[in-house]
């Protein structure tokens, strides 16, 4: 029996094939993950900056700038929290939840290089960025 012709992209010859898989994709079974990183008592999702963000108690995150001084305590506003079993995640159930943070001082982002151009004229530009960001720890996380 004959195998079909394939043409194109699909020709034998232009696959890839690794005969190992790269090892981050490949999850270590026989590690054990900390109980107190990936899944801690107590936790919250909480927004800044347009973003949101898993945080639990003494944790340190990158927020966007605050434009406060160091050492300030801040209020971020709980999307969620989640304590063992108990989760509460509407307006009515967070309304005295609370998260506190204090911010220990300002970082920089990685630099991002852009480059924009129009064909056929001569017109070309290079351009940098770093974002700042504010680190904050945070100090408590309360059901209210």
Known sequence: MHRPRLHGRFRPSRLIIF???PKTLVPRLSE???ADRFNPAMYAVIA???KQEKVSQGQKV?????HV???TEVSLIPVLLVDGTTVLSTPDQLKGASVKGRVIGTEKGVKINGFTYKK???QRRRFGHRQQYSLVEITSIAKG
């Open 19 to 21: 005969p190992n898989p």
């Open 32 to 34: 054990p993950q900390p």
């Open 48 to 50: 800044s900056g347009g």
């Open 62 to 66: 990158q927020l966007e700038l605050l």
């Open 69 to 71: 001084e160091d050492g």
């Open 120 to 122: 056929r004229t001569n």
